[in-house]
């Protein structure tokens, strides 16, 4: 069966990951050709390959830094160390690097800093004291100073679990608002960790993101429920007009070569978005669990483990993939 020369906007929207506003300025801006559908004159029809064509056009981030957000509405995917051993491995390589814990759990700021360190117990150094504007956003970074890098962090608390009893109108705005406005940001890369929910942070940063990475544990039911996040942030790009945030991609973690379901879960994944999946996945390694108790990333606690060497490799896949999507910038 032949593929068919015109697809709807509705096609259109889907496939370039932008929201029905953006899609229209698009065709405008472009002057793209339309055709009425033969059975429905109402209905106008894009030429496929053109809207295709404009997959592969560079996206614009007028921003020095590059937002990305790891997101996943389950649990247990290993968010966390992947925020953690993505920023390590950018800053690894010289880069200036911000980590922001947007977990109310802090699981991340548990993960670098020793209890002492911040302060869990205060407003003080987390995201609800910045929103309320009693603390200037640059004081909520602590450095983490190791000896070959720099991971700068904002640390989170329980209290930051108020932000979802908050008005969504203005919180969820709020950090793509001050990011778009930081004109002396030092950063190259910003990282949001983010807790298993719906909730208004968690919408908060995928809306700040230039990107969001979705972890996936290899077993179905969790590659099941990607179709939530790919929702979620259709309905952020509405609320931002634009194309961001963009889904950067999808890998798996926790992967054990040796059981059937991680290899199903791998094909399903692919099958269902074969542009998305990064080549990379994360072992069920030890080292990879260790490294908190450790409280540094695993690139400086095994940096030979195979947890490590999968990490610095997905970041390069990552950092491929920006540098392309937002090739001419």
């Given amino acids: 069966m032949a593929t068919p020369e015109f697809i709807t906007a509705t096609e259109a929207c889907e496939f370039l990951g932008v929201s029905p506003d953006t899609f229209r300025r698009i065709v405008r801006d472009l002057n793209l050709p339309t055709v009425s559908d033969p059975t429905d004159a109402r209905v106008k029809l894009y ?3 053109a809207i295709f064509a404009l997959k592969h056009q560079p996206l614009t981030i007028p921003t020095k830094h590059r937002v990305i957000t790891l997101s996943n509405n389950k649990g247990g995917v290993s968010k966390t160390t992947s925020a953690i051993s993505l920023a390590a491995e950018a800053a690894a ?8 814990d947007a977990a109310p759990q802090a699981s991340a700021t548990n993960s670098l800093l020793e209890e002492g360190e911040w302060a869990p117990d205060t407003e003080q150094g987390i995201l609800i004291s910045w929103l309320k504007g009693d603390t200037a956003f640059q004081e909520l970074v602590k450095p983490i100073r190791y000896k070959d890098f720099q991971i700068d962090i904002i ?6 679990d108020q932000i979802d009893r908050a008005n969504p109108l203005e919180a969820v705005p709020a950090l793509r608002e001050f990011f778009e406005s930081w004109d002396d940001s030092p950063y190259d890369y910003i990282f949001i960790d983010t807790d298993p929910s ?3 942070l968690v919408s908060m940063a995928q809306v700040g993101s230039h990107f969001v990475i979705c972890p996936v544990q ?3 039911l969790s590659v099941d429920g990607t179709i939530q996040l790919t929702r979620q942030l259709q309905r952020a790009r509405n609320l931002t007009k634009s194309q961001f945030p963009a889904l950067l991609g999808f890998f798996l973690a926790r992967f054990d070569s040796r059981k059937r379901v991680c290899k199903e879960a791998l094909d399903t994944l692919r099958a269902a ?9 994360i072992p069920d390694n030890v080292r990879v669990m260790e490294s908190p108790g450790q409280k540094a990333p695993i690139n400086l606690t095994a940096p030979d483990s195979k947890g490590a060497v999968a990490y610095k490799s997905l970041w390069k896949e990552v950092r ?8 001419g910038a």
């Fill in 218 to 220: 290899a077993d179905v």
């Fill in 47 to 49: 030429n496929r390959a």
């Fill in 198 to 200: 719906f909730g208004t």
């Fill in 320 to 327: 491929a993939r920006v540098e392309r999507i937002t090739a």
């Fill in 155 to 160: 640390p989170s608390s329980t209290k930051n």
């Fill in 93 to 100: 390589e010289g880069l200036r690097v911000l980590l922001i």
């Fill in 273 to 281: 978005y074969p542009e998305l999946v990064f080549d990379t996945v």
